[in-house]
């Protein structure tokens, strides 16, 4: 089975600085996906990135870059600039492989953008 | 507009009566899927269906029913709940399988007394 690890409970950043919330993920499987969504407070998932195993580059959208590190079976989450309203828990998920319809979800992030 | 839609949102009912959760999408998506979420444990696949008439078992399916019948509605049927299915549930859809962003409906929190 595949299995996600966000090893970092909470995280504290400064307004307007960068952030990464680091995530690894053991899978045998070459292919495969990963993405990042948000939970802020209220409650709803929100889609921030996504990356495919074969994809050649690192994915972006707007401030959110996903470092993937396929070697070290990492894919890391870099927010530049984090605002006030990035506070929330973030998710790291794998899905397919071999298990083609699962998504299996990490423990999860809670960010703290402090002003 | 674009959504999954869940009902109820909020339920409290008590062990072994039967209750259902219902998931529906207006976008044409073939992927469905249901999760629970529990603090500490992120969230969990209960079950997913890749398009109509084809379910699968996902991690944690043991006391959890689904069926769909029809592309649009993915129902998640607790036959005789238990306490520790308390938990916050969401549904959630895509386009075509895991590969694709999944749409998350707004979640239902359901605690059995």
């Known amino acids: 089975a595949q299995k996600i690890t966000q090893t970092q409970p909470g995280m504290f950043v400064q307004e307007k600085e960068a952030v990464t919330l680091d995530c690894t993920y053991d899978?045998?499987?070459?292919?495969?996906?990963l993405f990042w969504y948000k939970q802020p407070s209220s409650g709803e998932m929100i889609f921030l990135i996504y990356q495919g195993s074969y994809d050649q580059q690192n994915a972006t959208e707007g401030r959110y870059s996903l470092n993937f590190q396929k070697a070290r079976k990492s894919a890391n989450l870099v927010i530049s600039a984090s605002q006030l309203g990035d506070s929330a828990m973030y998710f790291c998920?794998?899905?397919?492989?071999?298990?083609?319809?699962?998504?299996?979800f990490g423990q999860g992030t809670i960010l703290t953008v402090h002003p | 507009e674009a959504q999954v839609t869940q009902n109820p949102r909020y339920l409290i009912t008590v062990t072994g009566k039967k209750l259902t959760v219902t998931c529906s999408q207006n976008?044409?998506?073939?992927?469905m899927s249901w999760y629970r979420q529990d603090p500490g444990l992120g969230l969990r696949q209960i079950y997913y269906?890749?398009?109509?008439?084809?379910?699968d078992k996902g991690d944690v399916p043991e006391g959890y029913k689904v069926s769909r019948k029809e592309k649009r509605n993915f129902p998640l049927i607790l036959e005789s709940p238990s306490p520790n299915q308390t938990s916050l549930y969401f549904c959630?859809?895509?386009?075509?399988?895991?590969?694709?962003?999944?749409?998350f409906g707004p979640g239902t929190r359901l605690t059995v007394l």
């Open positions: 899978t045998s499987d070459p292919s495969y996906g």
């Open positions: 959630a859809s895509s386009f075509n399988g895991v590969y694709n962003e999944q749409f």
């Open positions: 998920i794998n899905a397919g492989g071999t298990s083609y319809g699962k998504l299996t």
């Open positions: 976008m044409n998506h073939e992927y």
């Open positions: 269906s890749m398009n109509v008439e084809v379910t």
